[in-house]
């Protein structure tokens, strides 16, 4: 009788933070859904009750179920025949549970079916289902798509495809091919328009997570002869028409419940989703950011997991008379590691309720004129949102590679072996870095809000908020962090004119800009739940060495030896 | 085609997760020690009444439990799975009553709910693991019932196939309409909670349990799908004299506190003079006879 929400009151803590007052009252449109849904909260204190009884629903399916199945998912796999894919017993287990607890389309309006959830509560849902099994996220979270469909497609098609994801039907997002993998502009799935102005989809699509969904986003070449972005658009593809088999599925290192399929389109009929020519430059960006806060939950919950088996392991494992979590070596393993994992989930929800506040204000204004003041919130909040969203996404995947790696060193030798869960944990996380973007094209999406200055005015603000007393030390750390961060900015800014220099640093840098945050992010935590002082007194020793050593390279290094790093 | 079905649940300490408090000095439940819960195989029972919902829109769920007022919660766990409504049978004179006062309690609701098609329960409850209640309201009502079923496959021409599990295999029977099922723990488990059936329900309260607070009161008479229904032995009519401890031809002796301390599994060779030992020893020391 496991429960992820119950057990993790790091959860709780995120949830009550005090921007979701404002978060849920715009959501909500000051509850006026009340009056006509009889599951609609009447104010704020009746909608933080309801999101904190759906977690814990979450947390027991996870528990009880999602945990439970995730070895037998692992060693089953997903398979393919007949040109379709299938998923292990398991998942479609895991699968029904969700169903029938209505825990698809939780983000949706409640006019399609959904829940309206804001993003905040619906990560915390997706970092818990991710501890229970990563591969299960993947199919589970593909609702994301939705979020893309309610954004740009027209009021017809999301009446006839909404509602069908909240009742649970799955989702895909059709972009890589062969020769598009981080470079989507190259796409070449041809979507042509017949005589009558309906379009059909031709080609071949690969690494496609859940290809085999019952509906689907495609990336497509709508303007014949075009080879750039400006070329595609975004179609939706309904399984029900047919015309996309699956030729295979990938043989995978980890997440192995989740199908990976190669698609084959033949004359497969699709719609148009918004405007030709938009597909990849707005649609397929909004739907990445989105993603990219999935996979940022995905690491936190895999983070997760990787702690809790090593610290289990390490409170039962015996040597030399005693635990081994009683050696310093292993206790600072796993007080880094819980570190890591702290500081990565505190950046994950400050980046969710960025992008929930930016969100409902981009939705709000579809219905009425956003008053000055709120146009400005909205600018503030995007800009934020599009600046941590990257910064949330590569870090954190990071981390739980690093923690991944930890837990199985704890485990020592049985480690290695089959027997215990890291070997799982291990091989799942390594796909975090780098779907959705690896984390060389994370940094790519950063390092702009580097030398714009967003990280740095954003530090600035954490550190006008006052702490107790007994932070004032810590917080003189993390303002001398900052102070290196703004120095190492400033000087690599200064060599830019040197070619590949700037771009050369930009890993430090985001790295610094990034560790640097999350110190702050839990200095903050503190001042709610002082409960996460260790972990911020852990992290921040560990920061503060590692924003030293960038600060160290950048200073010491010559753009002259560059070359000595070009290949031959 | 749609049903009306009655699902028994009851309440239970949670007896899967004893402490060392769990027991009081002499030797009876300590309930405050122990979290209340919905009857395991009362679940699974549920569940096969929100499989024929599924499969007959329009069937009609209804929780019936006997208990204390609190045992209304046992009627929002219903609601947030998918069920239409529940009765909390509750009043002193059923406080202390055996399987036989019990059944007849719930036997005499059944019959002021009047319609139903199927009663349902789990097979037995963990607090009393007798698996009487379900045949004994049967019999009180004269109807035909099924022991041990794991799942109700179909119900057409006015009967359910009711697949049952019984030892050493299935066996699956046919059994008209109105009857009783008991369904066993190795049936399908039950759907979790829906989320917004949660959200829906979850002030939905017994009047007893919001007495005093005129608000929640008010909310819930203008919100009659919220008013979990609380009945008592005047409403349906039940003869006092077999209700409660008065109906209650169970009399406890004595209770006796055991402390298992054979820790390993011993063999026994299988020859006469072992096995007469063994019962020599079982009998001395109280195991049997």
């Keep these: ?568 | 085609m749609s049903f009306n079905i009655i699902v028994l649940a009851k309440q239970v300490p949670d007896t899967r997760n004893v402490g060392k408090d769990a027991m009081k000095e002499d030797g009876t439940i300590n309930r405050a020690a122990l979290p209340a819960i919905f009857n395991p195989e009362d679940l699974n029972a549920l569940e096969q009444a929100l499989q024929i919902k599924d499969r007959f829109p329009g069937t009609k769920v209804t929780l019936l439990t006997m208990g204390p007022p609190r045992a209304a919660e046992i009627v929002r766990e219903g609601l947030y799975r998918g069920a239409d409504g529940g009765i909390v049978l509750s009043d002193r004179a059923f406080a202390g009553a055996d399987t036989l006062a019990t059944s007849y309690a719930l036997a005499t609701a059944a019959k002021k709910i009047g319609d139903f098609d199927i009663i349902i329960g789990g097979r037995q409850a963990i607090d009393g693991d007798t698996a009487q209640v379900g045949p004994q309201i049967a019999e009180k009502l004269g109807l035909p019932q099924v022991t041990y079923a794991e799942e109700i496959t179909d119900i057409k021409d006015g009967k359910a196939i009711v697949t049952r599990r019984i030892e050493c295999g299935v066996e699956t029977v046919s059994c008209p309409l109105p009857l009783v099922v008991t369904v066993n723990g190795s049936a399908a488990p039950c759907r979790p909670r829906n989320a917004k059936a949660l959200m829906k329900y979850k002030r939905a309260a017994s009047l007893t349990e919001v007495a005093g607070d005129q608000a929640k009161i008010d909310y819930i008479e203008a919100r009659p799908y919220l008013k979990v229904q609380e009945w008592n032995a005047a409403y349906v009519d039940a003869d006092l004299q077999q209700c409660g401890l008065a109906g209650s031809p169970t009399k406890v002796k004595g209770i006796e506190n055991v402390v298992f301390t054979a820790k390993d599994a011993r063999n026994v060779p299988a020859t006469d003079e072992e096995l007469e030992g063994l019962i020599k020893e079982l009998i001395a020391n109280h195991t049997i006879g």
């Design chain 1, 1 to 568: 009788m496991a429960n992820f929400y119950t057990d993790n009151p790091a959860l709780k803590h995120h949830l009550t933070h005090p921007l979701m007052e404002k978060i849920v009252e715009l959501k909500e449109r000051n509850y006026a859904d009340a009056a006509t849904y009889d599951y609609a909260p009447a104010d704020f204190e009746d909608a933080m009750d309801s999101y904190d009884k759906v977690l814990e629903v979450v947390g027991g399916i996870c528990g009880d179920i999602v945990a439970e199945n995730a070895e037998d998912v692992d060693h089953e796999g997903a398979s393919c025949s007949d040109g379709r894919a299938h998923y292990a017993s398991a998942t479609k287990v895991n699968l029904d549970a969700t169903r029938k607890a209505g825990l698809m389309g939780m983000a949706m309006p409640r006019r399609f079916g959904g829940l309206n959830f804001p993003v905040t509560p619906y990560i915390m849902a997706a970092d818990m289902v991710s501890r229970a099994d990563a591969g299960f996220e993947n199919l589970w979270g593909l609702q994301d798509c939705a979020e893309t469909l309610y954004e740009f497609a027209d009021e017809d098609q999301k009446n006839r495809y909404l509602p069908r994801v909240c009742e649970g039907e799955t989702m895909s997002m059709d972009l890589t091919e062969p020769d598009a993998g981080s470079d989507l502009q190259s796409v070449m799935l041809k979507a042509t328009q017949k005589e009558d102005g309906s379009w059909v989809l031709n080609g071949v699509k690969r690494f496609i997570t859940n290809g085999d969904a019952d509906i689907h986003l495609v990336l497509a070449r709508s303007e014949a002869g075009t080879k750039d972005g400006r070329g595609l658009s975004m179609f939706v593809y309904d399984k029900r028409n047919g015309g996309v088999n699956v030729r295979r599925i990938e043989n995978k290192m980890g997440i192995k419940g989740s199908p990976t399929c190669e698609l084959v389109y033949k004359d497969a009929p699709c719609e148009l989703v918004g405007s030709r020519k938009l597909g990849l430059i707005k649609y397929v960006m909004a739907l990445m950011n989105g993603a990219r806060l999935g996979i940022a939950a995905q690491s936190v919950g895999i983070s997760e997991q990787a702690y809790r088996e090593a610290l289990g392991y390490a409170k039962e494992r015996q040597q030399f008379g005693k635990a081994i979590i009683s050696f310093p070596a292993v206790y600072e393993i796993l007080a880094v590691m819980k570190g890591k994992l702290d500081a990565s989930r505190s950046l994950l929800y400050e980046c969710a309720r960025f992008v929930d506040m930016y969100k409902i204000y981009e939705d709000i204004s579809k219905e009425r004129k956003l008053t000055p003041e709120e146009r400005k919130e909205m600018k503030y909040y995007s800009k934020l949102a599009d600046a941590f969203t990257p910064l949330a996404k590569g870090l954190s995947s990071e981390f739980c590679n690093q923690n991944a790696y930890d837990c199985i060193q704890i485990h020592g030798g049985s480690g290695f072996m089959k027997d215990y869960a890291c070997e799982r944990i291990y091989r799942d996380a390594r796909i975090t870095s780098i779907y959705e973007g690896t984390t060389q094209l994370q940094v790519v999406a950063a390092i702009r809000h580097v030398f714009t200055g967003t990280y740095l005015s954003r530090m600035e603000e954490y550190k006008a908020q006052a702490v107790a007393a007994e932070y004032e030390e810590i917080k003189n750390i993390l303002s001398a962090m900052t102070e290196a961060y703004a120095k190492a900015v400033e000087k690599v800014e200064a060599g830019k004119e040197t070619e590949g220099y700037a771009d050369f640093m930009a890993r430090r840098l985001v790295e610094m800009a990034g560790f640097t945050i999350m110190g702050w992010l839990m200095l903050g935590d503190c001042q709610r739940t002082p409960d996460f002082k260790n972990s911020l007194t852990v992290f921040v020793n560990w920061a503060q060495a590692e924003v030293a050593r960038h600060a160290d390279f950048i200073e010491k290094f010559c753009p002259c030896e560059l070359a000595a790093y070009k290949p031959e």
